[in-house]
């Protein structure tokens, strides 16, 4: 059943809490992974996955009646083409065209967060054992220095 939902927007916005509390829907179901990354890949062995085998990622039963894509990256991916490896359409480009051919119903969420909040997590998320207070670094009224 292909994907007539997509979440496009930016990593550490919360589509990960929004696809699990989606997919707990019985008639709505992200396939076997939340995200499938099918629109662009950042190796060759990667974007080789056909079209079929990107469909029978979205198994659904007599219940299921729309599935979706959590692949938030996809908004991005344009801009970052050229420092990856794409070996076909990329990128909200090829959702935009999938939409235009295949799913002319298709819908998108689109993800966003406030800027320092989102470099927050994220760095969070690098840094071993979350020794820096990345708050007060960032805090404008803090002289402590980090």
Same mark, same amino acid.
């Given at each position: ?10 990593? *550490?916005? +919360?589509?990960?809490?929004? /696809?699990?509390?989606?997919?707990? %829907?019985?008639?709505?179901?992200? +396939? ?19 079209? +079929?085998?990107?469909? *029978?990622?979205?198994? /659904?039963?007599?219940? =299921?009646?729309?599935?979706? &894509? ?19 359409? *990329? +990128?909200?480009? /090829? =959702?935009?065209?999938? %939409? ?6 298709? %819908? ?5 967060? &406030?800027?320092?909040?989102? /470099?927050?997590? %994220?760095? !969070?998320? !690098? ?5 820096? &207070? ?13």
């Amino acid at each position: 059943l292909a994907p007539t939902l997509m979440f496009i927007g930016f990593e *550490h916005v +919360g589509s990960t809490t929004l /696809a699990e509390i989606l997919n707990e %829907q019985p008639s709505l179901s992200y +396939g076997t992974m939340k995200e499938h990354w099918y629109f662009c890949k950042a190796m060759p062995s990667d974007s080789m996955k056909s079209w +079929g085998n990107y469909m *029978h990622e979205f198994p /659904a039963d007599c219940k =299921v009646n729309r599935t979706f &894509d959590a692949t938030p990256a996809y908004y991005a991916m344009s801009v970052a083409a050229k420092k990856q490896r794409c070996f076909r359409e *990329h +990128g909200i480009d /090829a =959702v935009r065209a999938f %939409q235009k051919v295949l799913a002319p119903d298709l %819908q998108l969420i689109v993800m966003m967060r &406030d800027p320092i909040d989102k /470099a927050v997590s %994220q760095a !969070y998320e !690098y840094t071993p054992n979350h020794k820096v &207070d990345l708050y007060k670094c960032l805090n404008k009224t803090s002289r402590k220095p980090c």
